[in-house]
């Protein structure tokens, strides 16, 4: 039987190798080869790349990226968690339908969704000409390209994100604990406090890292939304790959971002194991 088991593992096994470990082993191996004159891989081990980053030019893209993606993440946990309380709180045909208006979206394509907010957004856009037609501004208002604007696409697109985990979990969670609760006379507040949010951390801590991941590594919306203006992680790696030719570079920055996801994973993973259940 364990044979059995092994053999029909073996083709995911074999998938993660291939589409996984191999790509970021190769990633890894880049990160530490020096570079020729005209951008040559060189297969001489070198710090030299991870040296290049610890520049202030370059640290300053870290902790914009960092900010930036720690600001959306707090934006939709705040908006989502509402939200999944709602559609958890409503009756069956209302919630499918809610459920399926957020992830409606996600069937269009990332790149369009992100379009869309430039439409909405520019000078001439829809919002600047409602808001100057009902004479609430003179001039248009300056909504793209700018720090807010990326922060803006980042909220809409990841928010179902962190919707959908914590409406999985608190939509499971037992209704005779809240009963109990409130059986020995605990107000609506205690209620969520010491009940209902302990039971859904694991849902909240996986819409945490749902949204922080991507946030932190995406170049598309600071492209589009910045209009060059806001420099990510995202964008400095996209850059080295495919301006600058110095994959080296690129890689060693890639690393440096899969290490900060993988200690922000490590982290709240860590409180939700220890810290989260003895908080209350």
Known sequence: MEMRKQWLSAPYGLWAIVFSIAPIAIIAIYSFCSRSPYGNIIYEFTLENYQKFLQPIYLRVLWRSIILAVQSTLICFIL????????????????????????????????????????????????NQVLMALKI???????????????????YNFLP????????????????????AED???TNFQVFARVIFPLSLPGVISGLIMVFMPAVSTFVIS???????????????????LV????????????MMITLILITMGLTAKYQREGGRQLW
């Open 80 to 127: 989502g968690y509402p939200i999944a309380m709602m559609i958890a709180g409503s009756g069956s045909k209302q919630k499918n339908i809610m459920v399926m208006l957020f992830v409606l979206p996600l069937w269009t394509n990332f790149l369009l969704r992100t379009y869309a907010w430039m439409v909405l957004l520019r000078d001439q856009g829809v919002i």
């Open 137 to 155: 501004i003179d001039g248009p208002l300056k909504l793209l390209y700018n720090h807010n604007a990326v922060l803006l696409g980042m909220v």
């Open 161 to 180: 994100f962190m919707v959908l985990p914590i409406y999985s979990v608190l939509s499971k969670i037992d209704s005779s604990f809240i009963e109990a």
């Open 184 to 186: 020995l006379g605990a």
């Open 223 to 241: 492209d589009l939304l910045g209009g060059g203006q806001t420099v990510l992680l995202g964008n400095l790696i996209q850059n080295q790959f």
């Open 244 to 255: 600058a030719r110095n994959w080296q570079f690129g890689s060693a920055i890639s690393m």
